[in-house]
């Protein structure tokens, strides 16, 4: 995984991890340690809202896939 900054709306987050090479494979894991309230509004939007953000700059969208009890996290795919 690739340590990564990520803003979506007014929330950022700089300790977001990237995972996967390929196209439809990459997720973006967000740590809720890291923004409480960005981990409650992702927990009311369903999996087929897209959500634009900004991923170290660049342009990107996101869709949320999962949220990771064991590590309280959100997972997120990237489009």
Known sequence: MTKTSVRIGTFEIDDAELQGETQGERTLHIPCSSDPDLCMQLDAWD???????????????????????????WIMRLA
Do not use: W
Not at 49 to 58: K, M, N
């Open 47 to 73: 999996a087929e809202t897209s959500i634009p953000a900004i991923l170290d700059g660049e342009h990107s969208v996101l869709y949320r896939d999962r949220y990771d009890e064991k590590n309280d996290t």
